[in-house]
T-cell receptor, first 114, second 113 residues
Framework: EPEVTQTPSHQVTQMGQEVILRCVPI?????FYWYRQILGQKVEFLVS????????KSEIFDDQFSVERPDGSNFTLKIRSTKLEDSAMYFC????????????FGSGTQLSVL | QKEVEQNSGPLSVPEGAIASLNCTYS??????FFWYRQYSGKSPELIMF????GDKEDGRFTAQLNKASQYVSLLIRDSQPSDSATYLC?????????????FGAGTRLFVKA
């Protein structure tokens, strides 16, 4: 089965620093997503991206967050000035957009903000 | 109002028993319903999806959907210790916009050998 690839698997940063989380979605997929999961909590939607623009974002996705598809393969999540509460597992996912299609998840990036 | 609600558990069943997991959702316009399994520290993996009222069976798993009651369930027959995980109910539909999928908080299942 094709895979979504995320790098790095672990990222440690100091509070206030910028981090970029990287994802390579499945090549024929059109919709891209970022989700996060704080330890012990639910998988939370952050943002969806289609046709090179954000199609929807949650309240969590404030001005400190941005997404970009800089080329034909990568999809990135940038956090400009990290806070302690940004510590979480961040999952990238992609789909073709069919109604009943599952989310294809990457293996996640564990972000620790110190 | 929470969009997708699940009992957090833990639900503990003996090996070989039936595990029953339940979920309710608030958006009546929801169209597709998914059950994912998540092991600790791993990404969610799809168990089943259902979009029509009634039952859908796949091996040891049966998903049930009742749109009138806004209720989805998952039955796991002949539960195995390897089924021990957190089970996430997830909902997708036109009202969520952008084909967004919303997850419940998950039910932790323990299958005792």
């Amino acid at each position: 089965e094709p895979e979504v690839t995320q790098t790095p698997s672990h990222q440690v940063t100091q509070m206030g620093q910028e981090v970029i989380l990287r994802c390579v979605p499945i090549s024929n997929h059109l919709y891209f997503y970022w989700y996060r999961q704080i330890l012990g909590q639910k998988v939370e939607f952050l943002v969806s991206f289609y046709n090179n623009e954000i199609s929807e974002k949650s309240e969590i996705f404030d001005d400190q967050f941005s997404v970009e598809r800089p080329d034909g393969s990568n999809f990135t999540l940038k956090i400009r000035s990290t806070k302690l509460e940004d510590s979480a597992m961040y999952f990238c996912a992609s789909t073709t957009g069919e109604r009943n299609e599952k989310l294809f998840f990457g293996s996640g990036t564990q972000l620790s903000v110190l | 109002q929470k969009e997708v609600e699940q009992n957090s558990g833990p639900l503990s069943v003996p090996e070989g028993a039936i595990a029953s997991l339940n979920c309710t959702y608030s958006d009546r316009g929801s169209q597709s319903f998914f059950w994912y399994r998540q092991y600790s520290g791993k990404s969610p993996e799809l168990i089943m999806f259902i979009y029509s009222n009634g039952d859908k069976e796949d091996g040891r798993f049966t998903a049930q959907l009742n749109k009138a009651s806004q209720y989805v369930s998952l039955l796991i027959r002949d539960s195995q210790p390897s089924d021990s995980a957190t089970y996430l109910c997830a909902v997708k539909g036109p009202n969520t916009g952008g084909f967004k999928t919303i997850f419940g908080a998950g039910t932790r299942l323990f299958v005792k050998a």
